[in-house]
């Protein structure tokens, strides 16, 4: 049994790359950015009008002149006009190139407009005022979004303005979730007594999903030749295999057995750490030129396998892909005792307290207790100790999922 240091150490080392593909930008959301986003012009590219109303030359009002006579409009989108008259003015729209020959803009609200002449009704105004100054956010050439950006939809207002029509991004891995055991039934069937409906596999999805990774899911009875077949194809299809079950001490807990017959290399089994110990974890394609696939197998208890997924498969993607996730750190709203020397995985509440994240703990009834994921919001990673018992006031790392 190793640690969970351990274990994060060894699953890192064995990241994936999932290469790149071109994909249209409008598609992107969620994916990974796999190039720098330069300013293909200045931002803005022009003198902008910030403001509806008119331009002038701000000397005249500064000599005391209110009254401006209009010489003409410049709407947005069109070509840049060009004032004639120093000491006239233009109207002008929002977004619209300011014309040549001003250098102020007032808004409507501050203006007369009576019989072609625009009136200043204000005491007080600046120059240079409701111009966005060209180039004032970026210059051509600077960077705008940085290789490895998840992109969202902040990013997405910037592809389009800069033409990237496609973008590439980090191909996502191809992944199939497997659960097994002879007492799960689909979600839409009604369960024997002995029975309980399949929800590892879903809730597996659900936490892909918000990575942005779509799955394919399987279920596989306890019978081992039927497990070997179909895990060797899946070895063949898929970047990665997702299991839920089956690697614990059971009688019929096949699958640490199957893959070692299917010459998926063992990397560890099991983890000082509560819930989710039984966990293992390996690779097949270990030789040159042929496929490789990561195997995350993953106790059956669902608070096992929902603590697992985010702790080891989240890290592993996000490393592969080049990203590094902040970390967060939560205080402990109350005392917590635990006694056996694992790293433990508590759930909890969070809530913010003067601008602090704090962490009450929530008791569940162990790591079968499906309905606890419902009421708390994470869970806080209190490290392997000889200590036994854990202060309020302290501070451990945090794994939110709401």
């Given at each position: 049994m190793i640690s969970i240091e351990e274990a994060k150490h060894i699953i890192l080392e064995n990241t994936q790359n999932f290469e790149i593909e071109e994909i249209p930008f409008i598609q992107s959301v969620g994916r990974i950015l796999k190039e720098n986003i330069v300013a293909d012009r200045d931002f803005p590219p022009f003198n902008r009008v910030a403001m509806d109303g008119i331009a002038i030359n701000y000397r005249f009002f500064k000599e005391g002149i209110h009254d401006f006579k209009i010489e003409g409009v410049q709407p947005a989108g069109s070509i840049q006009e060009t004032l004639k008259n120093a000491a006239n003015c233009y109207e002008v729209m929002t977004g619209a190139t300011l014309p040549n020959n001003v250098d102020t803009v007032i808004r409507y609200e501050d203006l007369q407009i009576t019989n072609g002449t625009a009136t200043i009704i204000v005491d007080a105004i600046k120059e240079g005022q409701n111009i966005h100054k060209q180039g004032s956010d970026k210059l051509q050439g600077d960077l705008l979004i940085k290789e490895n950006t998840c992109i969202s939809p902040a990013e997405i207002g910037v592809l389009a303005t800069v033409g990237k029509a496609t973008v590439k991004v980090a191909r996502r891995p191809k992944v199939m979730i497997v659960s097994t055991g002879d007492e799960l039934v689909e979600v839409d069937?009604?369960?024997?007594?002995?029975?309980?409906?399949?929800?590892?596999?879903?809730?597996?999805?659900?936490?892909?999903?918000?990575?942005?990774?779509?799955?394919?899911?399987?279920?596989?009875?306890?019978?081992?030749?039927?497990?070997?077949?179909?895990?060797?194809?899946?070895?063949?299809?898929?970047?990665?295999?997702?299991?839920?079950?089956?690697?614990?001490?059971?009688?019929?807990?096949?699958?640490?057995?199957?893959?070692?017959?299917?010459?998926?290399?063992?990397?560890?089994?099991?983890?000082?750490?509560?819930?989710?110990?039984?966990?293992?974890?390996?690779?097949?394609?270990?030789?040159?030129?042929?496929?490789?696939?990561?195997?995350?197998?993953?106790?059956?208890?669902?608070?096992?396998?929902?603590?697992?997924?985010?702790?080891?498969?989240?890290?592993?993607?996000?490393?592969?892909?080049?990203?590094?996730?902040?970390?967060?750190?939560?205080?402990?709203?109350?005392?917590?005792?635990?006694?056996?020397?694992?790293?433990?995985?508590?759930?909890?509440?969070?809530?913010?307290?003067?601008?602090?994240?704090?962490?009450?703990?929530?008791?569940?009834?162990?790591?079968?207790?499906?309905?606890?994921?419902?009421?708390?919001?994470?869970?806080?990673?209190?490290?392997?100790?000889?200590?036994?018992?854990?202060?309020?006031?302290?501070?451990?790392?945090?794994?939110?999922?709401r």
């Open positions: 069937k009604n369960p024997l007594a002995h029975q309980i409906r399949r929800s590892n596999v879903y809730t597996l999805v659900s936490l892909l999903e918000k990575l942005n990774i779509p799955s394919e899911t399987a279920h596989i009875a306890d019978e081992k030749p039927v497990l070997k077949e179909k895990i060797a194809t899946f070895l063949q299809e898929y970047d990665v295999l997702l299991f839920s079950g089956a690697v614990s001490k059971g009688k019929f807990d096949f699958l640490p057995e199957v893959l070692e017959e299917l010459k998926v290399e063992k990397l560890f089994h099991k983890v000082a750490q509560r819930p989710g110990k039984p966990f293992w974890f390996g690779r097949s394609g270990a030789l040159a030129n042929t496929k490789s696939t990561v195997v995350f197998a993953f106790p059956g208890n669902p608070i096992s396998t929902y603590v697992n997924c985010m702790v080891y498969f989240y890290d592993w993607y996000y490393t592969s892909v080049g990203i590094k996730p902040k970390k967060e750190t939560a205080i402990l709203a109350e005392d917590v005792n635990f006694k056996p020397n694992l790293t433990y995985f508590l759930q909890v509440k969070l809530s913010y307290r003067f601008g602090h994240l704090i962490a009450t703990p929530i008791k569940g009834n162990g790591s079968g207790d499906l309905a606890s994921l419902v009421s708390t919001d994470g869970f806080i990673e209190i490290p392997k100790t000889e200590e036994t018992e854990f202060k309020k006031g302290s501070v451990f790392p945090v794994i939110k999922y």
